[in-house]
């Protein structure tokens, strides 16, 4: 990187034996954050189809093959349900800086553990609506943080000739967390009563606890703990992620290192938010911008429809059992991540990213046409579109998917790191929130007309205009233009 006083985005044991296995599986066991990610995104995509959940959450309606059972909730709800969740993991991912800097990279990830736990107490005990969503927004606030802390940790705390890859371990647990979802929702999905959901739901106490319990023991950063003038503590945290006395010459060689970067960066005066955005010999805007834009590229990809909305999108496109469905294509994620994790640091990361792009497009112009052009009652159609679903997960499992993180986690310096990473994962989670938001209840034909009558400034509002109306292609709806020409004539 060029302006840099050294490598960035941290690393440890840059000449020691690539043996040292001790440091890489604990520095890969923070990847665990990635399960309660995944998880809580794979969760809800279910949960809104389970005759339970809906009789105590929504209200009756006549019976379609949408809701079997006589019960549903509006577009606006299941939008406020899925989407509210983003909404707080933006703040959660703002939040890691100051857990980050404050806390610690490792007592900050615990801390957002204990508030993510909160969200699945209030989700595992709502009856109504309203405390179901003040549960998701603490849950949203401590998966923010976690997706935000994780590649720090690891970025800071894994060996650097095999950095790329354990990162990376983080978008795999992710995947694993969706397919555990799509499991344990197919497995309750039938249950007469609330543990229907509440099961589904109260498993991420588990998940919560594994990496609060584990983290407790493993090291903190050496850099943080050098940040902070814990010069006695950095030393034994080197020691024990190289598994080096801590007057080895590298361990010696390695904590020197860290004070001359980070002493250079200090000299540069105290970072806040704006000095992400500064000018300077180091590009810190270039980084912070290129950390935000491949967090927005990544969500801008549409993949979180699937994991969202996929048992939905299923039912509608006339598949008859959308849960075992949603369980094969997150198969097919946890099983593509593989080659990604092997091919970041075989490949390169820009090589990867353009050949994910170029496949995604292509699988999703397919899907675009075939679910256009065909009935739900065309079987071969229907096989396609899940074909081709599995295909476009393959090539963002194995390309975005990880690399995203990797590259966000290991380009910011160090005197930055945390408010940097914060803002790239914010970004994230913003386009999350936006595209759930504004997509859902919505038809491909009423989203064709969203993008072309309206601009974003008034694109809620025109959204509610088509929900209620139910306007599709061949509906004549007032464009914004028209809209405009009419008050006019009015005043």
């Given at each position: 990187m060029p302006g840099g006083p050294v490598p960035l985005g941290g690393g440890i044991g840059a000449n020691a034996p690539h043996s040292k296995f001790a440091g890489i599986l604990m520095a890969a066991f923070a990847a665990f954050?990635?399960?309660?990610?995944?998880?809580?995104?794979?969760?809800?995509?279910?949960?809104?189809?389970m005759p339970d959940w809906l009789r105590t959450f929504g209200h009756p309606?006549?019976?379609?093959?949408?809701?079997?059972?006589?019960?549903?909730?509006?577009?606006?709800?299941?939008?406020?349900?899925?989407?509210?969740?983003?909404?707080?993991?933006?703040?959660?991912?703002?939040?890691?800086?100051?857990?980050?800097?404050?806390?610690?990279?490792?007592?900050?990830?615990?801390?957002?553990?204990?508030?993510?736990?909160?969200?699945?107490?209030?989700?595992t005990a709502a009856t109504t609506l309203p405390l179901f969503i003040v549960g998701r927004i603490f849950a949203g606030l401590g998966v923010g943080a976690v997706s935000a802390l994780v590649p720090m940790y690891q970025s800071e705390c894994s060996p650097k000739w095999i950095r790329g890859?354990?990162?990376?371990?983080?978008?795999?647990?992710?995947t694993i967390g969706l397919l555990l979802s799509n499991i344990c929702n197919y497995a309750t999905k039938n249950r007469p009563n609330h543990s229907a959901y509440r099961i589904p739901i109260a498993i991420q106490f588990i998940w919560a606890a594994i990496l609060a319990g584990g983290m407790i023991f493993l090291p903190e950063s050496p850099r943080w703990l050098i940040k902070k003038h814990r010069d006695s503590d950095a030393a034994?945290?080197?020691?024990?992620?190289?598994?080096?006395?801590?007057?080895?010459?590298?361990?010696?060689?390695?904590?020197?290192?860290?004070?001359?970067?980070l002493k250079h960066e200090e000299e540069l005066g105290e970072s806040s938010y704006l000095d992400c955005f500064r000018l300077s010999d180091n590009r810190i805007r270039f980084r912070t911008l290129t950390g935000i834009f491949l967090q927005a590229w990544q969500q801008l990809t549409g993949i979180?429809?699937?994991?969202?909305?996929?048992?939905?999108?299923?039912?509608?496109?006339?598949?008859h059992n959308p849960y075992l469905i949603s369980i094969a294509t997150s198969t097919v994620?946890?099983?593509m991540t593989l080659p990604g994790i092997y091919g970041v640091e075989r490949f390169g990361r820009r090589r990867l990213l353009l050949v994910g792009a170029v496949g995604m497009t292509v699988c999703e112009y397919i899907i675009a046409i075939i679910g256009s052009t065909t009935s739900k009652t065309n079987q071969p159609a229907q096989s396609a579109e899940v074909a081709l679903v599995c295909?476009?997960?393959?090539?963002?499992?194995?390309?975005?998917?990880?690399?995203?993180?990797?590259?966000?986690?290991?380009?910011?310096?160090?005197?930055?790191?945390?408010?940097?990473?914060?803002?790239?994962?914010?970004?994230?989670?913003?386009?999350?929130?936006?595209?759930?938001?504004?997509?859902?209840?919505?038809?491909?034909?009423?989203?064709d007309l969203l993008y072309r009558n309206v601009t974003p400034v008034r694109s809620v509002q025109y959204r509610k205009q088509l929900v209620a109306q139910g306007l599709e292609l061949g509906a004549q709806p007032v464009s914004e233009k028209e809209d405009d020409l009419v008050s006019n004539e009015k005043v």
């Open positions: 954050g990635g399960i309660l990610y995944g998880y809580d995104t794979g969760t809800i995509s279910g949960l809104q189809q309606v006549p019976v379609s093959s949408t809701f079997p059972d006589g019960y549903g909730i509006s577009s606006s709800q299941r939008s406020l349900v899925v989407s509210i969740l983003s909404a707080g993991t933006f703040f959660g991912a703002l939040s890691a800086a100051p857990f980050g800097d404050i806390l610690g990279r490792k007592w900050g990830l615990v801390a957002s553990c204990c508030v993510f736990s909160i969200g699945v107490a209030l989700q890859a354990v990162v990376s371990l983080y978008q795999w647990a992710i034994i945290a080197l020691s024990r992620l190289t598994s080096l006395p801590r007057d080895h010459p590298e361990v010696i060689s390695e904590l020197e290192e860290i004070r001359i970067n979180n429809f699937i994991f969202y909305f996929g048992t939905t999108f299923f039912t509608n496109a006339g598949i994620n946890v099983g295909f476009y997960l393959a090539f963002f499992a194995s390309t975005w998917g990880p690399i995203a993180w990797v590259i966000t986690g290991e380009i910011f310096p160090l005197n930055i790191r945390a408010k940097a990473m914060s803002l790239s994962t914010a970004s994230n989670w913003l386009w999350n929130f936006g595209i759930t938001y504004a997509n859902e209840g919505l038809s491909l034909e009423q989203i």
